[in-house]
């Protein structure tokens, strides 16, 4: 079992920048790729970022060029730097891990982007 805890979202104005930690524990040998996706309500998760074992970084087409995921191998964390927030980058983000063909989630963090 791979446990995630997120932290680091809250309220900020758009322009603004926030940045989501996600500490992974447990079987965390092997983990393959972890990542943000992100929910609003009554649509489909959505993935945000990935950064794989071997350090390839994808990124959803809205967040290119204003998020950046990074981790921290010793601190088994893994990073979501979000930069200009938007309105429309409401939602409730989501730290994934990808273990031996399972799927791990975190509990979620909400990030609200309002004047």
């Known amino acids: 079992q791979v446990q995630l805890v997120e932290s680091g979202g809250g309220l900020v104005q758009p322009g603004g920048s926030l940045r989501l930690s996600c500490a992974a524990s447990?079987?965390?040998?092997?983990?393959?790729?972890m990542g943000w996706y992100r929910q609003a309500p009554g649509k489909p998760r959505e993935l945000v970022a990935l950064?794989?074992?071997?350090?390839?970084?994808n990124y959803a087409d809205s967040v290119k060029g204003r998020f950046t995921i990074s981790r921290d191998n010793a601190k088994n964390t893994v990073y979501l730097q979000m930069n200009d927030l938007k309105p429309e980058d409401t939602e409730v983000y989501y730290c994934?891990?990808?273990?031996?063909?399972?799927?791990?989630w975190g509990q979620g963090t909400q990030v609200t982007v309002s004047s």
């Open positions: 994934n891990a990808v273990r031996a063909g399972r799927m791990y």
């Open positions: 447990g079987s965390i040998f092997s983990i393959t790729a």
């Open positions: 950064i794989t074992s071997g350090g390839t970084t």
